[in-house]
């Protein structure tokens, strides 16, 4: 168990919809990570948030959007789902520094159909 | 810029065999730090080990041992003995810069067979 709570575990949704996921980072832990994996893109870091703020941005499509909120938990909204968006979404988190690993949850895995 | 090269990209063994993942990391930072994730069949991330750049000790966990050299840029992952639980894709990963993200390559599948 990485400490790193990610739900829900599954989720199905019709295209067009809207969904969010939710996700707890390891106590202590103030940087919170996106990663969507698919099988033809593999993993894509999507967005990091630290202690609130967002500091660094990856291939996250506008559609898709995020938040930490102030005690550190952070979701994850996907807008105008497309068939394509089905993967499975990891959180991660780390404490602060460089130096540090990241722990991640067990994932969601989105279906859109 | 930086590249890690993960050359093997599916290796099959039998069980008990032992067997080497290797990592070639390139860079031009002289501060750096890799990773080694597991992702079994199951789908989770496993964290195994982190290395920074200027450790060059091995590590020895159980079955599993590390060997980094930094004049080759390499840090390849050993395991002794593999078992059927070993069968995941394997992921070296790098990280330079405060708080950056982990980029992952597409890793290597290792399968073991009974």
């Known amino acids: 168990d990485s400490g790193v709570t990610q739900t829900p575990k599954h989720l199905i949704t019709a295209t067009g919809q809207r969904v969010t996921l939710r996700c707890s980072p390891r106590s202590g832990d103030l940087s919170v990570y996106w990663y969507q994996q698919s099988l033809d893109q593999g993993l894509q870091f999507l967005i990091q948030?630290?202690?609130?703020?967002?500091?660094a941005k990856g291939n996250i499509l506008e559609r898709f959007s995020a938040q930490q909120f102030p005690d550190l938990h952070s979701e994850l909204n996907l807008s105008s789902l497309e068939l394509g968006d089905s993967a499975l979404y990891f959180c991660?988190?780390?404490?602060?520094?460089?130096?540090?690993?990241?722990?991640f949850g067990q994932g969601t895995r989105l279906t859109v159909v | 810029a930086q590249k890690v090269t993960q050359a093997q990209t599916e290796i099959s063994v039998v069980e008990k065999e032992d067997v080497t993942l290797d990592c070639v990391y390139e860079t031009r930072d002289t501060t750096y730090y890799l990773f080694w994730y597991k992702q079994p069949p199951s789908g989770e991330l496993v964290f195994l080990i982190r290395?920074?750049?200027?450790?060059?000790q091995n590590e020895i966990s159980g079955r599993y041992s590390w060997n980094f050299q930094k004049s080759t840029s390499s840090f390849n992952f050993t395991i002794t003995a593999s078992q059927v639980v070993d069968s995941a894709v394997y992921f070296c990963v790098p990280k330079t810069g405060a708080n950056s993200k982990l980029t992952f390559g597409k890793g290597i599948t290792l399968s073991v067979r009974p």
């Open positions: 991660a988190s780390s404490v602060a520094g460089p130096n540090t690993e990241a722990f």
């Open positions: 290395r920074n750049s200027f450790d060059e």
């Open positions: 948030y630290y202690n609130g703020e967002e500091r």
